[in-house]
């Protein structure tokens, strides 16, 4: 018998005691700007770092509506709920890479390197982020935590300044991700601190291999997971820019996922045997964030006469396809604080017209419109969608160039303000409303750069900073209400959508849950080819 035929007999006998795990790859819209995820805000950074390589001291269950416990396995508050403390979990592991060899188990050094770097000015870590903080200052954590320590080794303590109706949810959010100090020393010694954003170290379920700007990521399964080796490896994300493309993709067996489709390739899935759709309501908002540091974006009336102009049900049927519903506001639909009673802004384009007048602009203004080349959830046909609005106001006298600007490049020079007009989108990550206030409405995150209207009032700042002082919701819902009516009397957005979350899969792809949130979860996927 030859060698090749006893291989296969050997194989057969010993079935699946010799059976490989799965790849699985991904078909994605876009490159991350990094892998230090606190440095950024993008949805696709965090996917592509926090949701894959790392974990956070507790985790936001969508499915469950609640907290529950991650790298932390339990806590506790105290009465007066300025004292959270947070066991840890013993015996986890950091990533082993060609880069880095742990020699010891996560500890709580880990957790404060994480978050004072973050925190302190002083730290040596703090300003070798060139791109700051963005979640952190939004959130105003150097205000609100007042003190973090470690009474034990497994023990980590937060003292805050005042009580925080939102801070345990934040921190599940992608910025809270636990990196180790151990690998941060070793690089900070070698002179190579920029090497944490582009050779990850985290304790998730999968380990970072290697990264090719706008083609691939390459990720293998972590075998000391705590919480027990993914069943894929390797896990590949496919970077894609084009939906119609991860189609191809999907079908030919090339990706066994893809994000972000189109509204007319949730369609053509649907009525392909081999594939499926997984849907869920979106916790997410698209809207064209109006600049208001920029004349005359600076005036409420020419702001109002945007809205007023833009026919935003042809808008919808166009580029969403009937897989969104309107927006009003900053919130979606689903969330516990929404005032559905708040009116939308009709297309009136007379009504337009004369607010331009009462604005001292009767012959209209020329401005800029800013999008991406590459369609996304919140956006799925950039250049359409970006035709329409410039038609519209067209009509009213505005006269608008259109800049199409490659993702990376858009969302640095958004959060610089250099923006105009800007489609853009928001994707809470914990359900609480205050996920949308924070980051794109207060005075803080016009610094850190995640409020693209640029707005900074001292009326709804203190609306959105009392509604986190109090855990009753009843209050809270009824400042957030406020806020929600001067955000739409002020127009600081054109509200567009709330879309319905899908993605594609292969028909053989078990165990994948679409996020509300966008977030993205492979460690409990199969793939039974």
């Known amino acids: 018998m030859r060698p090749a035929v006893l291989s296969l007999l050997f194989a057969t006998l010993l079935g699946p005691t010799l059976a490989q795990a799965a790849a699985l790859s991904v078909c994605t819209e876009a490159s991350p700007e990094g892998f230090d995820v606190v440095q950024y805000n993008s949805l696709t950074t965090t996917n592509a770092s926090a949701d894959v390589l790392m974990n956070r001291l507790v985790e936001f269950d969508a499915a469950a509506g609640k907290v529950v416990p991650s790298l932390a396995q339990s806590w ?10 947070f066991t840890l979990r013993s015996e986890v592991k950091f990533h082993t890479t060609p880069y880095f060899k742990p020699s010891r188990t996560l500890n709580a050094d880990d957790v404060l390197f994480s ?69 941060a020393d070793q690089l900070l010694k070698a002179g190579t601190p920029e090497k944490l954003n582009s050779q990850p170290v985290g304790t998730g379920p999968f380990v970072f291999n290697r990264f090719q700007k706008d083609a691939a990521i390459r990720y293998r399964a972590n075998p000391d997971y705590f919480n027990g080796k993914p069943a894929v490896d390797p896990l590949i994300f496919a970077i894609t820019p084009d939906a119609n493309v991860r189609l191809q993709k999907l079908r030919r067996n090339e990706c066994q996922i893809a994000l972000s489709p189109k509204p007319l390739d949730i369609a053509a899935a649907s009525e392909d045997s081999s594939l499926k759709v997984e849907k869920t309501e979106a916790f997410m908002t698209a809207f064209l964030a109006i600049n208001t540091q920029h004349a005359p974006l600076d005036k409420p009336e020419v702001r109002q006469a945007i809205n007023l102009a833009f026919d935003k049900d042809s808008y919808l049927k166009a580029v969403f396809e009937g897989t969104a519903v309107a927006a009003n506001g900053p919130f979606p639909p689903n969330t516990w604080s929404y005032d559905k009673s708040l009116p939308g802004y009709p297309n009136d384009q007379n009504k337009a017209r004369e607010l331009l007048k009462k604005a001292g602009l009767p012959d209209g203004f020329s401005t800029t419109i800013w999008t991406r080349p590459s369609g996304s959830l919140l956006n799925p046909n950039p250049s359409l969608g970006a035709q329409l609005l410039q038609a519209d106001l067209a009509k009213v006298g505005i006269k608008a160039d259109i800049r199409v600007i490659e993702w990376g490049e858009l969302i640095r020079r958004a959060k610089a303000g250099e923006h105009d007009l800007l489609f853009m989108g928001w994707a809470g990550d914990n359900g609480d409303p205050d996920n949308f206030l924070s980051p794109q409405f207060s005075c803080a995150a016009v610094t850190s750069g995640t409020n693209f209207a640029r707005y900074c009032d001292p009326r709804l700042d203190q609306l959105i900073s009392a509604g986190k002082t109090t855990a009753d919701q009843s209050v809270r819902s009824r400042l957030y209400q406020q806020a929600q009516a001067q955000i739409q009397q002020q127009a600081l957005w054109l509200p567009l959508a709330h879309p319905t979350a899908a993605v594609l899969l292969r028909g053989d792809v078990e165990g994948y849950r679409v996020n509300p949130f966008g977030r993205q979860d492979f460690s409990a996927v199969k793939v039974t080819r």
Request: glycine share 4%; no cysteine.
């Open 76 to 85: 506790t508050v105290s009465d007066d709920g300025l004292v959270y403390t």
């Open 115 to 183: 978050f004072q770097r973050m925190l302190y000015p002083a730290h040596s870590w703090h300003k070798i982020a060139q791109s700051g903080f963005p979640h952190a200052q939004s959130l105003q954590l150097p205000e609100l935590i007042k003190q973090i320590d470690a009474p034990d080794a497994l023990s980590v303590r937060f003292t805050l300044s005042h009580p925080d109706a939102t801070f345990l949810a934040t921190l599940s959010m992608g910025f809270a991700s636990i990196y180790p100090a151990e690998y």
